[in-house]
């Protein structure tokens, strides 16, 4: 989507009932996600907290932040993720910034229900209404409800945000060395809250995270010609070719070589 220049993606999720005891596979995405629920109740597991909503809430998940959302009984949703270049060339630095997550704000939703409105409808400059519509939205939420980034922050939305810029500061030097004391040194947390924090909020230690991250990355260079194996390993920031073909492994099932056969069989 984003390749079209679609400035979101929209859906409307209806999601069955679960058992709330299991385990909750989380996700995450660099883009912004906000999240209206037009039906049911349930709970939001956002980072390392967990948000009750219903009908009639409006939620923002802030970049990088690991989330689901799961109900006891069916519950639907809208959601939106913002695109990147949208909000690049707009000025809108979404993973430079923390939202307050539960928006009460009743012209917010307005905002956002419109936003769905041009994007389901099919009115004259459709492309054009979604942009308009968006980027209202957006600016109303800079300017209403981010929380300020002073050095008065205190409570959950602050610990929240630091996990949300390790996140992010990960992403962008995966293929550099990375220690804990280095990240939890940027984010300005010591290094045994940070450890805890982090594996609370990603349900991994931070060496597993970054490796997963890497590995991710290497899949997607493996499914191309133009790269050399060590190339990889260099590039998706391996210390050692050795250790990356191990980790690869551990976490494909496959070794380097065989995932790129694999591709190259599966395109065939």
């Known amino acids: 989507w984003e390749e079209k220049n679609v400035p979101c993606k929209i859906k409307l ?10 385990y909750v596979k989380r996700n995450w995405h660099k883009n912004m996600e906000l999240m209206y629920f037009v039906q049911g109740s349930g709970q939001v597991f ?21 989330h689901e959302v799961v109900s006891e009984k069916a519950i639907n949703f809208y959601y939106i993720k ?3 270049w949208f909000c690049e060339v707009n000025e809108l630095d979404t993973d430079q910034v923390y939202f307050n997550e539960l928006i009460t704000d009743p012209y917010a939703k307005e905002l956002f229900l419109e936003v ?6 099919e ?14 939205l957006l600016v109303y939420l800079f300017r209403n409800h981010v929380v300020p980034m002073d050095g008065n922050r205190r409570g959950v939305s602050a610990k929240e945000a630091s996990i949300q810029f390790a ?19 940027k984010v300005g947390l010591s290094r045994y809250y940070f450890m805890r924090e982090f594996k609370k909020a990603t349900g991994e230690t931070l060496m597993s995270y970054i490796q997963k991250i890497r590995c991710e990355n290497a899949k997607k260079m493996l499914e191309s010609e133009r790269y ?15 250790y990356f073909c191990t980790s690869f492994k551990k976490y494909t099932g496959m070794t380097p070589t065989n995932y ?6 599966h395109n065939f």
């Open 13 to 22: 999720q209806e999601r069955e009932g679960s058992n709330l005891k299991s």
């Open 46 to 66: 956002c980072g390392t907290q967990t948000f009750d909503v219903s009908e009639g809430d409006l939620f923002i998940v802030n970049a990088y932040l690991p």
């Open 82 to 84: 913002v695109s990147d």
């Open 116 to 121: 769905v409105k041009e994007y389901t409808g």
């Open 123 to 136: 009115l004259l400059y459709k492309n054009a209404g979604i942009r308009m519509a968006l980027l209202r």
């Open 167 to 185: 996140l992010g500061y990960i992403i962008s030097h995966v293929d550099e060395k990375i220690s804990v004391d280095q990240i939890a040194e």
């Open 228 to 242: 050399t194996l060590r190339e990889i390993s260099e590039q998706c920031g391996f210390e050692e070719f050795s």
């Open 260 to 265: 790129r056969l694999s591709t190259k069989e």
